[in-house]
C-alpha cells in the first residue's frame, strides 16, 4: 500500500526520503509494533468496529509476522517506517482487508506506545544489572571491612576509613540511580494508544484494554499530551546520565588509585591495555573509555531536551530525531555499567598501602582534637586550632605523625592555650591509630566494622525487596 497515492502525486526525491527515514533505528521497535497492533486489532474486534473474522486474519498475520521475524519485512526506504512496513507485510499476506487494522490508530500514538513499550523492558534490563552490581560491592564490602585507607577531601588526606566504607559510598549512590530509573518507569509505564493522530476518535474504542493488553500501568489520559510528550524519555536519559555520572567516578578513582603514586589498586590485565611504543606500560583503558563515555550520555540528554524546547503541540515530526538518542543512551549506561561491575569485581586491593597511606600524612588528626574535647574538655575550635599547629610543627621538625606524643602536645598547647593537656601518653597512641579510629566510628553510614555490617544488611534487604 502506498500511502502517497492519494493526497500527493509527486515522489520524494531520494535525499528528501533517506533523510526523513526512521526505518534503521525502528528496527527496535519491530516486536513492540507487532504486539501494538495485535492490541488495538483485538480491542477493535471485542468492540465490534470491524469485523470479527477480519481481525482474526491480521492478528493470525502478525502473529506470522513475529515468528519470521524482521526480515520478513520489505525494508525499503520508500517505506516510510516500520509501521508502514509492517502493515504491507499483512496486506500482502491477506489482502486489503489489512486496512482495518488502521481504524482510530495513528502512527503518532503508535509510536509513542511503542517506545513506552521498548524502554520500559530496556529499563528493567538495567534495573537487574544495577541489582548485579550492588551484590558485587556487597561482597567486596564484605572483604574488606577491615581493610583501611585514607578518605580524602579535596583528594587531600582526610581521615582514616575503609575499603569496605568506600565501596559502600558507590553503592548507596547506584541504589539511588536504581530508585531515580524506577521511579521514571511509572511515567513511562503508561499507554498513549487511541490518542490517534491528536484527539482520539470518534469510534467506540476501550484504551483501558489496550492498555491491558499490553501490560501497561495505567492510560495516558489526555490525547495531545499522548502523542507530543516525550518528558519519560528525557527523565529516564537522565537518570541514566546521573548514573553514568556515578559510575564515573568509579572509573576516576580506579584510575588514580592503579598509579604508581598511590599503588593502592592493581587492575586485572583483562581491563587493562599496554602501549605501543612503552613497554613497560599498563594503562587503565577501559575505565578511561568509561569516563569519557558518560560526556556522550550527556551530550544525549542534552539533544533530547533540545529537541523537545518550544514544539508546539501536538505530534511534530522532529520528535522522531529523539528515538536513536534515546537508545544511544540506553546502550551506553548499560555497557558503562556492566563494565564498571566486571572491572572493579576484578581489582586487587593493596591493603599494605592502604594503611601506609593512612598513617603517613596525619589523617588521624580529626581523632587527636576530638581527644581533647572528650578527656580535656576542650572547646573543639581550640583543640583544632592546637593539633593544626602540632602538624605544622611536626612538618617543619621532620616528625612523623605517629611519632607525636602527649609531651609534643603539650608544648603547643603551652604555646595556644597558656597551660599543659596533660593527656595519658596511652591515650594519645590510640587517637593516632587508624584502626582504633575506625572502630570508634560506630554510628550510623560511618566505616567501622560493625556499622558497615549493619548498612551491608539494610543494602541486602533493599535488594530482596524488589
Ligand atoms: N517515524 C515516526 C516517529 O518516530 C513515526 C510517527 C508518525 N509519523 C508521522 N509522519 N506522523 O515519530
Redesign the pocket.
Known amino acids: 500500500m502506498n500511502l502517497r497515492s492519494g493526497r500527493l502525486k509527486g515522489k520524494m526525491t531520494a535525499d528528501a526520503v533517506s533523510f526523513t527515514?526512521?526505518l534503521e533505528?525502528?528496527k527496535r521497535i519491530f516486536n513492540a509494533d507487532i504486539k501494538c497492533n495485535i492490541a488495538h486489532t483485538t480491542m477493535l474486534k471485542e468492540q465490534g468496529i470491524i469485523p470479527s473474522e477480519d481481525a482474526d486474519k491480521i492478528v493470525e498475520a502478525l502473529q506470522a509476522l513475529e515468528v519470521e521475524g524482521i526480515n520478513a519485512l520489505e525494508w525499503d526506504m520508500s517505506v516510510?517506517?516500520?509501521?508502514m512496513a509492517l502493515e504491507n507485510y499483512v496486506t500482502n499476506r491477506i489482502g486489503e482487508v489489512a486496512g482495518f487494522m488502521h481504524t482510530g490508530k495513528?502512527?503518532?500514538d503508535?509510536?509513542?506506545t511503542d517506545?513506552r513499550l521498548v524502554l520500559k523492558e530496556e529499563i528493567e534490563i538495567i534495573e537487574e544489572d544495577i541489582l548485579k552490581f550492588l551484590d558485587t560491592l556487597i561482597e567486596m564490602a564484605s572483604i574488606h571491612t577491615e581493610t583501611i585507607m585514607v578518605g580524602y577531601t579535596h583528594l587531600q588526606h582526610a581521615q582514616p576509613t575503609t575499603f569496605a566504607h568506600h565501596l559502600l559510598a558507590y553503592a548507596n549512590e547506584v541504589k539511588r540511580d536504581y530508585e531515580r530509573l524506577n521511579d521514571a518507569k511509572k511515567r513511562v509505564d503508561l499507554c498513549p494508544l487511541g490518542s490517534a493522530?491528536m484527539t482520539g476518535t470518534g469510534f467506540n474504542i476501550d484504551r483501558e484494554r489496550t492498555a491491558e493488553l499490553l501490560g501497561f500501568g495505567g492510560v495516558m489520559e489526555n490525547s495531545m499530551d499522548g502523542v507530543s510528550s516525550r518528558d519519560f524519555m528525557a527523565e529516564t536519559v537522565f537518570a541514566l546520565a546521573m548514573m553514568a555520572s556515578n559510575l564515573s567516578k568509579i572509573s576516576e578513582e580506579l584510575i588514580v588509585w592503579s598509579s604508581y603514586e598511590f599503588r593502592l589498586v592493581e587492575i586485572s590485565d583483562e581491563y587493562s591495555s599496554t602501549s605501543s611504543i612503552m613497554p613497560q606500560k599498563k594503562n587503565p583503558d577501559v575505565a578511561e573509555i568509561s569516563r569519557g563515555k558518560t560526556a556522550v550520555l550527556y551530550g544525549e540528554l542534552m539533544t533530547i531536551m533540545s529537541i523537545l524546547k518550544a514544539l508546539p503541540h501536538s505530534?511534530n515530526?522532529d520528535?522522531?530525531e529523539?528515538?536513536p538518542h534515546l537508545w544511544n543512551a540506553v546502550d551506553i549506561g548499560r555497557s558503562m555499567l556492566n563494565i564498571t561491575c566486571s572491572m572493579l569485581g576484578s581489582i586487587e586491593f593493596n591493603s599494605e598501602r592502604g594503611l601506609e597511606l593512612a598513617l603517613a600524612n596525619f589523617s588521624t588528626a580529626t581523632e587527636l582534637a576530638d581527644l581533647m574535647v572528650r578527656e580535656k574538655k576542650l572547646p573543639f575550635r581550640i583543640a583544632h586550632q592546637i593539633v593544626g599547629r602540632t602538624v605544622t610543627k611536626a612538618i617543619d621538625n621532620h616528625i612523623k605523625p605517629d611519632e607525636i606524643d602527649a609531651k609534643f602536645l603539650d608544648e603547643v598547647a603551652i604555646e595556644i592555650n597558656g597551660e599543659k593537656l596533660g593527656l595519658d601518653q596511652k591515650t594519645v597512641e590510640k587517637a593516632l591509630n587508624p584502626v582504633e579510629i575506625i572502630k570508634a566510628r560506630d554510628v550510623l553510614g560511618g566505616p567501622s566494622p560493625t556499622a558497615v555490617k549493619k548498612s551491608i544488611s539494610s543494602l541486602k534487604n533493599f535488594i530482596e525487596l524488589q
Not at 516510510?80 to 509501521?83: G, N, V
Open positions: 527515514s526512521s533505528f525502528d516510510e517506517d516500520i509501521h495513528s502512527r503518532n503508535q509510536v509513542a517506545l493522530a505530534y515530526r520528535l522522531q529523539i528515538t
